[in-house]
């Protein structure tokens, strides 16, 4: 069946600006997980969800980031008032279950703050 | 203090040799760890997961784990052209579901 998949593949947007990064996980995953990737870093995880709950949010680096998922399928991650720090790619991921260590990526949205 | 360490590198070895890829993690509850491979500018994608104390074997690819001495590795032999990335080690944590990724090592492979 299909991958993950992500959309936008690319943003570019004004410091300031809202954006909005969605992410369709494989079909019959119950486990979501928003990480991103800043340049020559590595990954840093953000949220994740089982089912439609988020039972740990302490990733997410300030409170202008929040995420939600609906129908246990797919999940917005979205930044309010964006700042240049913020640019990086922003990679989902999905598993069977949360008990399923085995994670499987999508192509990832490449955020770019002006 | 970080998660997760590679070396550093880059690692740059010749078509046919053996790539020693380490790893080593602070948390001893850690139980599971993962090989990702990352081409530049792609998504990470696992090639090796280990759960037990040894080596694991698939293919060309050889996994270790000693958890006595909190340390993992990635063999790659008869190396090729192909397997230059960047290699992400990764273990599990006391919460389920979370990962914790080291910055990568990059591997290039020369013909």
């Known amino acids: 069946g299909a991958g993950v998949s992500q959309s936008p593949s690319n943003k570019v947007t004004e410091k300031g600006k809202d954006v909005e990064l969605r992410c369709d996980p494989i079909?019959?995953?119950?486990?979501l997980y928003w990480y991103r990737q800043s340049l020559g870093q590595g990954l840093e995880f953000l949220i994740y969800?089982?089912?439609?709950?988020?039972?740990?949010k302490s990733g997410l680096p300030s409170d202008r980031f929040s995420a939600e998922r609906t129908g246990g399928s797919v999940s917005t991650l979205t930044i309010q008032r964006t700042q240049q720090e913020d640019s990086a790619v922003y990679l989902c991921?999905?598993?069977?279950?949360?008990?399923?260590?085995?994670?499987?990526f999508g192509p990832g949205t490449r955020l770019t703050v002006l | 203090q970080k998660e997760v360490e590679q070396n550093s590198g880059p690692l740059s070895v010749p078509e046919g040799a053996i790539a020693s890829l380490n790893c080593t993690y602070s948390?001893?509850?850690?139980?599971?760890f993962f090989w990702y491979r990352q081409y530049s500018g792609k998504s990470p994608e696992l090639i090796m997961f280990i759960y037990s104390n040894g080596d694991k074997e698939d293919g060309r690819f050889t996994a270790q784990l000693n958890k006595a001495s909190q340390y993992v590795s990635l063999l790659i032999r008869d190396s090729q052209p192909s397997d230059s990335a960047t290699y992400l080690c990764a273990r599990d944590g006391s919460t389920l579901g979370r990962l914790y990724f080291g910055r990568g090592t990059q591997l290039t492979v020369w013909p």
């Open positions: 991921a999905s598993s069977l279950d949360i008990s399923t260590d085995t994670q499987y």
């Open positions: 969800f089982q089912g439609n709950s988020a039972p740990d």
């Open positions: 948390d001893r509850g850690s139980q599971s």
């Open positions: 079909s019959g995953h119950t486990a």
